[in-house]
């Protein structure tokens, strides 16, 4: 594992999201309402001509999650060439939909980095409201910055791995589990995030994992936790090398047991 000074790491927290259209105002005034922000400035795109000024406004950005629907592709394939330009360290796109499979989706495949497919049936069978479904994804994959932020280390990964994990490849998708099993709460969450609704592809399929734990300190034990990892890293295809990326957030104001969030990307054609 690889140490880095302050110096270093403060190259690589700043965050930005970016709303498109009517779906991405959605999202960030619910992040508003739930008083929690995680990103210091929501970045406006309702045209083609807000475009234009995009380039200046992420200049020097680490890390952007766009939100967008599906109806507003050409506006969001726009972005992704801005943001591409642009070098970003990490950018992560969520696309709203009606349905896995729709047939849009088969135009994205090389446009937009990493890409989530949020489906609104399969939110609705989970239980989230779509801003809400949103909001947790968005939580899980930028739990990187307030780590880093934190001057915290990645379990038995460099700093190297996380772009190697959840950067530029294609169609991902999201899971949510949430245990107090008494024998192993972290290995039950992981196989509960593996069934959940919005889970949509076959985990066997996936060539990267990111795993993090969400919980109180007395609930996050690190032998369960490295046995889920283990399991989830097992189930994955091909199995010839670790795949999972694991990492933990201590939240002392969550509710009892472990919540388990999978982000898997890199799936096999």
């Known amino acids: 594992m690889e140490i880095y000074d302050d110096e270093y790491l403060d190259q690589f927290i700043s965050a930005k999201f970016i709303e498109i259209g009517a779906a991405g105002a959605g999202a960030s005034d619910y992040f508003s309402e739930v008083g929690n922000d995680l990103f210091p400035e929501r970045l406006i795109v309702s045209n083609e001509d807000d475009v234009a000024g995009l380039q200046a406004k992420i200049a020097r950005v680490d890390y952007l999650f766009v939100i967008t629907d599906i109806e507003d592709l050409k506006i969001a394939e726009s972005v992704a060439k801005i943001i591409e330009e642009s070098k970003i ?6 696309i709203l939909c009606p349905s896995a499979d729709d047939v ?11 890409w989530i497919i949020l489906p609104r049936d399969k939110i609705a ?3 989230f409201t779509k801003n809400a479904a949103i909001y947790r994804a968005v939580n899980m994959t930028t739990s990187i910055i307030p780590i880093m932020k934190k001057r915290a280390n990645f379990i038995g990964m460099d700093f190297a791995e996380i772009p190697r994990t959840i950067g530029n490849f294609g169609k991902a998708c999201i899971g949510f589990g ?5 024998e192993n709460p972290a290995l ?3 196989k509960k995030a593996l069934k959940s609704p919005l889970f949509i592809e076959d985990i066997r399929h996936a060539k990267k994992t990111l795993l993090v734990f969400f919980g109180k300190i007395e609930f996050l034990n690190m032998l369960q936790m490295n046995e889920a990892a283990t399991f989830l890293d097992e189930l994955m295809y091909p199995a010839d090398d670790w795949r999972c990326l694991l990492q933990v957030d201590v939240d002392e104001t969550a509710a009892d047991g472990v919540t388990a969030f999978i982000f898997a990307t890199n799936f096999e054609k």
């Not at 949430?178 to 008494?182: N, Q, R």
């Open 125 to 127: 069978e989970s239980g």
């Open 188 to 190: 039950d969450a992981v």
């Open 104 to 114: 849009r989706l088969a135009d994205i495949q090389k446009k937009f980095g990493t």
């Open 89 to 94: 360290f990490l950018t992560t796109f969520g």
């Open 178 to 182: 949430e245990s107090l099993d008494t």
